[in-house]
Each structure stands twice: as structure tokens, then as C-alpha cells.
């Protein structure tokens, strides 16, 4: 107990030792200022475009509900195709990882016979494509720090070589183990208090928000996520200060390490990330949103070589019931034919949204395996996905979201649609009764068990970094001294 005691000691001895030198050099305090005060300013700039985009947004969704309740004695159908729109939430969680979010649509149009994308994006703004393009507060912790901790770390152990302190201090006694946790610990203290502005952002977040939703449980899945998301950047700050000082213990001076350093952080950060699905895109080009568009109305509207749908649905869905109720005309029909007409044009309209979009996600396959690919390599890159996901800002939140705006979108039209194929009678549904027979859209967020899929790889690829850098650094390298 007390060998283990007196260890502790001299680690925290050694810690102090390190944290005086890198207080003594005005050029790292310096740069530490810049730093917080970048993080800083980012999370301010962040919070108020997020402050203003839920503000907008809760308007924007009071006004469509209204605009739709207040329609007055209308036509079923025709209220149908004006239809109305819902809009995307963001989590809480979105002020630290923006991720996809500025750059994906966030307003979807609602109306029978066509699925809509998501539009809107806030990235239009011009402005915030220059500053969301470099800067967000998760960039800045994950790909930013790491850089400032190089420049940090890079000489520790060289400067004790050309100091001669080192052969010094391990002629003491102390063990490989304590002299390089030392360098470990003060440099993964240092970036936590640079990064001290987020860590206190999400702390406060975490007590302060509610949750995303109203919900009680929702709001304790925003708490689970942000306490992850809180030891994930935890975890891969130490992952990098413990590769920082591996790779310095095995170089022989400073710059070298420097320039080893320099070159994976380039690699894995700077230009892996985009390189990865622009090669993908030379080979696996997407379709533009006019192409696409173009697959739908070809299947419903025909070409030289095919015939409308809607015409070819009509006619045999007319055949079919006036046999089966014996009657020359739709209008001696008991329900009104053009209801009915209505739900069987929109199976096939749904059936061809289906087709387009599960082409759509074959052709994003080759794109996500590259990125599964490029965090294989890149720490930087296996982070990210994990606080995307974790903020809800990744691809497969924006799909979760479309996916349930169009069961709300078949649940308004099947709505509207079995009332129009009432015959106008004193019991028919119409009017104010109808509208409010069309349920308010409430999103739910997926759960944290739904993202284990998309968490898994990148997870692991952490890990394996971690152990090789612990490997690294606890194998003695006293033939450099």
C-alpha cells in the first residue's frame, strides 16, 4: 500500500513538474487563450443560430397546424394535394455537433401523391456555409485541439533527453510507466481545461434543457446521450495525449516527432475525411434532385412506352366496381367512386415513393462504406460519426425523421380520402371534424439501443487505437536516452 502510495506521489509530483513548464512558455499560453476563446465564441455563434432556428420552427409549425384546421368546408381531396408542412426538431445536443444538420433539408411538404424531400437548408445562408464549412464546437474539440496538443506534447520527452533529466530520473528508480504517465496526464489535463467552455456547455445543457421533446422519457435519452458524448470526447482527447507521448518516446528529438505527428493528424483529419467520398463520387456519381424526381413522374405519367397510371388505374378500378354492384354508372355507386379512386392511386403513388427511395439508398451505399472504411484509419473520423450520432445530426437521424413525416403524410391523405368516398350526407365528415381527424405530427426520436448498429465500428476503432497507444507507450525505449 504504501509502494503504491509513494507512486501516486512521484506521478503527481511529475505531473505538477510538466504543468509549470508548459505555464512557464508565453507562447503556449498564448495559444491556449486563442483557443478557448475560438471554442468559446463558436458555442455562443452555434447556441443563437439554434435558438433562433427552434424559435422559427415552433412558429412555423403553429401556423401550418392552424393554416390546416382553418380550412373551412373544402373539398377532401383538394385539401389533400394543399396539404401542409411539418418541420424537423433539433436536439439540444445539435449545438455542440452540428454535423449534417445545416447542410440537410428541414422542411417537408406534405400532399397526396407525391413524396417530397426535405428542403430548407440552413447552410443556404451563405454565411453560415463559410463558418459551419471550418468551425463548429465538436470540429474544434476533435480535429482543432488535437493539433494544439501536438504542438504541446511533441517535445516532452526529447527535452528531457537534451536536458539529460531523463536518464537522470530513470537512474532514480522510477519506472517507465510513472515517468510517461506523468507526460500523459498533464498533457490530457491541459486538454480538458482548453476545452473546458464545452464540457461546462454540455454539463449545463444536460441539467438545464428539459429534453428535445416534452416527453419524460425522451428527455432522459438526451441526458444518456449527452453524458456518452461527454466520455466519448473524454476518451478521445486521452486517446490522442497517449499517442502524442508514444510516438515522442520513440523519436529522438522533438521536431521529428513534430513532423511524424503533423503528417497523421494531416492524414487522418485534414484529408481522409473528404477524400473518402470523393472518390466514391468520381465511380457512383448521385443523381441531381431533378433526376430523381424525374424516376416518379415517368412511372406515373408514362412515356413513349408506357401509359398514365392514374388513366390505367381508373379505368380498371371503374370495371371492377360497377361489376361488382350491378349499376351502368359511377354515380349509382353507394360511396362516392372518385374517394375510392383516390386510395388506389395513392397505393401505387406509395409504392413508387418506395421504389425511388430504396434506389436512392442503394446508390448512398458505396458513400457509407467509404466512410465505415475511412474511420478504420482515422480517429478523427471514427469520433465524428459517434457524436453525430450521438447529437442526432447523422445521415440515418435525417432518415428516421422523412421516414415517419411520410407515415404521417399516408395518414393524412388515407384520412381525407376515406371521406371523400362518403356520399354527401348529414353524416358525412367534413369540414372542421375533418381536419381535426388528421392527427398533429409528433416526432419521435429513435432510441439509443437503435443506434447500436451505426455506433458499433467506430466504437471499436477507438478502442483499437487506445490499445496500440497504450501498447506504445508502456514498451521502454531507454536506448534513445
Not at 14 to 40: G, Q
Not at 164 to 178: A, D, E, M
Amino acid at each position: 500500500m504504501n509502494g503504491f502510495r509513494n507512486q501516486i506521489r512521484l506521478l503527481a509530483l511529475l505531473v505538477k513538474l510538466e504543468l509549470s513548464y508548459l505555464k512557464s512558455e508565453r507562447w503556449i499560453l498564448l495559444s491556449c487563450l486563442a483557443f478557448c476563446l475560438m471554442l468559446s465564441g463558436e458555442l455562443f455563434l452555434t447556441a443563437r443560430d439554434m435558438h433562433e432556428f427552434r424559435a422559427e420552427t415552433q412558429h412555423a409549425e403553429s401556423e401550418a397546424r392552424q393554416n390546416w384546421l382553418n380550412q373551412g368546408d373544402r373539398d377532401p381531396h383538394g385539401a389533400a394535394h394543399h396539404g401542409t408542412f411539418l418541420f424537423k426538431p433539433v436536439s439540444p445536443l445539435g449545438l455542440f455537433e452540428p454535423g449534417l444538420f445545416p447542410y440537410s433539408g428541414t422542411t417537408i411538404r406534405i400532399e397526396a401523391h407525391t413524396r417530397h424531400r426535405l428542403t430548407n437548408r440552413p447552410a443556404e445562408n451563405a454565411v453560415n456555409v463559410l463558418r459551419n464549412s471550418f468551425l463548429t464546437p465538436a470540429a474544434l474539440v476533435q480535429g482543432g485541439l488535437p493539433l494544439l496538443l501536438i504542438l504541446l506534447g511533441c517535445g516532452m520527452l526529447a527535452r528531457e533527453r537534451q536536458q539529460k533529466t531523463l536518464p537522470l530520473i530513470r537512474s532514480l528508480g522510477v519506472p517507465w510507466y510513472t515517468v510517461v504517465l506523468g507526460k500523459v496526464c498533464s498533457l490530457w489535463l491541459v486538454a480538458l481545461g482548453l476545452s473546458a467552455p464545452y464540457w461546462g456547455t454540455l454539463l449545463w445543457t444536460q441539467l438545464a434543457t428539459p429534453g428535445m421533446w416534452s416527453t419524460v422519457n425522451v428527455s432522459q435519452d438526451v441526458f444518456l446521450r449527452a453524458s456518452l458524448l461527454l466520455a466519448g470526447a473524454w476518451l478521445y482527447l486521452l486517446c490522442w495525449s497517449l499517442f502524442i507521448v508514444a510516438v515522442s518516446a520513440r523519436t529522438r528529438t522533438g521536431s521529428m516527432a513534430f513532423t511524424v505527428l503533423l503528417v497523421f493528424w494531416s492524414v487522418t483529419t485534414f484529408c481522409l475525411p473528404p477524400l473518402a467520398t470523393n472518390l466514391v463520387a468520381i465511380s457512383s456519381p448521385l443523381p441531381t434532385q431533378e433526376e430523381a424526381k424525374k424516376w416518379s413522374d415517368r412511372k406515373k405519367y408514362g412515356d413513349d412506352s408506357s401509359e398514365n397510371i392514374f388513366r390505367t388505374i381508373r379505368e380498371d378500378l371503374e370495371k371492377e366496381l360497377l361489376a361488382e354492384h350491378n349499376v351502368d354508372s359511377i354515380k349509382d355507386l353507394p360511396f362516392n367512386f372518385d374517394g375510392l379512386y383516390m386510395m388506389a392511386a395513392e397505393e401505387a403513388t406509395d409504392e413508387f415513393a418506395q421504389q425511388d427511395a430504396d434506389q436512392l439508398a442503394r446508390l448512398m451505399r458505396p458513400y457509407e462504406r467509404a466512410i465505415a472504411m475511412g474511420s478504420y484509419v482515422s480517429p478523427y473520423l471514427a469520433m465524428h460519426r459517434v457524436s453525430m450520432s450521438l447529437a442526432g445530426t447523422d445521415e440515418w437521424h435525417h432518415n428516421h425523421f422523412d421516414q415517419q413525416a411520410e407515415a404521417y403524410r399516408r395518414h393524412l391523405v388515407l384520412v381525407v380520402n376515406q371521406a371523400d368516398s362518403q356520399k354527401e350526407t348529414p353524416d358525412a365528415l367534413r369540414g372542421a371534424a375533418l381536419w381535426e381527424a388528421v392527427r398533429e405530427f409528433q416526432y419521435q426520436p429513435p432510441s439509443l439501443t437503435e443506434l447500436g448498429a451505426a455506433l458499433w465500428i467506430p466504437v471499436i476503432v477507438l478502442i483499437v487505437w487506445l490499445g496500440i497507444s497504450l501498447t506504445l507507450l508502456f514498451t521502454p525505449v531507454d536506448h534513445f536516452s
